[in-house]
């Protein structure tokens, strides 16, 4: 007893260590803004620069691959979260400093000689519609422009400029900034938070001084290209004072982009005091534009719905209700003779339990659709509870493939408990549970893997790196697969979902139909689709043409919406055949809303085609291909497992109202 006493504190000890240390382990994670950091007067700020992004190419590279001025001690990366790593970004530190409230005009540093290869790439880049993004107090750079009358705002700010009409590029090389600052008084409060040197603690009076300062709210840059004398220039040390410079409109006081070239790079900064508070300072960011067309989209999904929500009620109520009490009014004689003059899904009774073609790929691919969907269900809730915002970059993805790894117990479950009710039997669990667990992971691994070699051979930092590629390979075999492997092994434990019918031994000949029943299938697509492809506009324009998409809220009304009408239309299409006495609805019912991915796809290539003009070359246009198939077999997985579930009830439910001897 004495023992065991003594034990658990050290127990209790041990594990408050590890505790610890994962803590300490975990200050080169953070969670970008998600604290306040308030700065005094002086204190020096240092921005960070991300990849250099293009919506023509949408290949990302390196800041530091152009001849940019590199900061003091080297280039460092930034911690890097597993989401950020698979969207390409690579956050380095910069030599552009910012002292809180101190405005000035700063020099910076002056190149050495452009070589032929630095100005093919400085033109390259410039002709490629190429962005510098900029980041200060995690707060990305804002440019904002007027073209004809109408207010434009962009994230970066380019890395040339090519005159209409003109086979000269010039650098932008010399950059106003604006930063808007809020003074914040602490009021004595405790704030826990997290940040980039680990755990801050503000606690009560004793610390409100610390607290008190000014914090970021706003960052606003004006770039400008400028030709300077670099004998002058190269006299100067960094960080040195100088008079303020106004942006040239002549070429000839612009700094062209020519062999032997030496360019010098200048900023000034200027602090604005602002009325913005700092929960709201993402606010421009995620200005929501087309609000309107959002609630149409969701007005038109409603009716869709109602029109599929009458026929189901008519199907339900009118017809199979009444087909049912007439059925269970009559004794065995006139049940008898009644059977001999069925017609429509009665005669199907003793088939339409009948093992499908291909029964576990079916079980694989429901196994799959259960897991994207909840993983789609819970993100898109969290993401509208303001839980993964765009200022907490990478989040999304990473909280998204840690949703898809835990729930594979779901998954393994669902495919096992599937091929149990089909076959009757546990046996092959197994390798029903590992094809659950490599179906969908597999496709997009192999998809990746391609798409990374087209990213290594054109040296951009979207290619994954091989370290990060044994990183996933061990989710996926060491988490994610045992996780469906245990889901399947509870599947085995659960009781098997009982027939309500008899199945015969020989197989009912299905009567010749006008057209092919797929050509119904593929049609019933459309109706999905017609309540997704609004937003599907936005979500797409959000990827590839880097604008930022927070409409989460809307997002979570489409996709119930979605599931309505999915379900719906797998009921009505399953209902259809059935009394066309074809009882291979299996797949049917799968395909009849899964069939919506086809649609996707196709929308992909339109916007590809009409919307993306500005995409160019056959790697970027690959690039685009490749994660819209991924997309649309996700889709496809998703649509297709809520139809079939909802479909397999609806049988069931049908068939176990009949009272067959």
Known sequence: MALSKWRMPSVC???????????????????PGSYMHTYSNGDAIFAKVNSLTSIETELPFSYYSLPYCEPDGGVKKSAENLGELLMGDQIDNSPYRFRMNVNETVYLCTTSPLNEHQVKLLKQRTRDLYQVNM?????????????????????????????PNSNEDYIINHL?????????????????????????????????????????????????????????????????????????????????????????FTYEVEFVKSNIRWPSRWDAYLQMEGARVHWFSILNSLMVIFFLAGIVFVIFLRTVRRDLTRYEELDKEAQAQMNEELSGWKLVVGDVFREPNCSKLLCVMVGDGVQITGMAIVTIIFAALGFMSPASRGMLLTGMIILYLFLGIAAGYVGVRLWRTIKGTSEGWRSVSWSVACFFSG?????????????????????????????????WFCVSVPLTLLGGFLGTRAEAIQYPVRTNQIPREIPA?????????????????GTLFIELFFILSSIWLGRFYYVFGFLLIVLSLLVIVCAEVSVVLTYMHLCVEDWRWWWKAFFASGSVALYVFLYSINYLVF???????????????????????????????????????????????????
């Not at 009076?205 to 770039?223: H, Q």
């Not at 004072?241 to 982009?257: A, T």
């Not at 057209?515 to 689709?529: D, E, R």
């Open 443 to 475: 496709i997009v691994f192999i998809i990746l893997t391609v798409l990374n070699f087209i990213l290594w051979s054109s040296n951009s930092t979207g290619a994954i790196p091989i370290s990060l590629y044994f990183v996933l390979l061990f989710l």
């Open 176 to 264: 106003k900034f604006r930063v808007l600052v809020h003074e914040y008084e602490g009021r004595g409060v405790e704030i826990i938070g997290t940040g980039e040197e680990g755990m801050g603690v503000i606690s009560t009076d004793a610390d409100k001084k610390k607290a008190s300062g000014y914090e970021i709210v706003g960052f606003e840059v004006i770039p400008c290209t400028v030709k300077y004398d670099p004998e002058v220039m190269k006299k100067l040390v960094r960080y040195a004072n100088i008079s303020s410079v106004d942006c040239p409109s002549e070429l000839d006081k612009s700094q062209i982009i020519r062999e032997q070239e030496r360019v010098s």
């Open 13 to 31: 000890w041990a594990f408050l260590y590890v505790i610890l240390l994962f803590a300490h382990a975990c200050n080169g994670f953070y969670l």
């Open 135 to 163: 980041i200060l107090d995690n707060l990305p750079a804002m440019r904002f422009a007027k073209q004809n009358g109408i207010n434009f705002q962009w994230t970066g700010f380019p890395v040339g400029y090519t005159p």
């Open 611 to 661: 919307d993306l003009q500005s995409l160019s070359g056959p790697v970027s246009a690959t690039l685009y291909l490749g994660y819209s198939l991924i997309m649309a077999v996700a889709i496809m997985l998703s649509t297709g497992t809520i139809g079939f579930l909802m479909s397999f009830y609806f049988v069931h439910y049908l068939f176990s109202s009949v009272k067959i001897d």
């Open 513 to 529: 139909r006008k057209y092919p029943s797929w050509l119904l299938v593929l049609g019933a697509g459309t109706l999905p689709f």
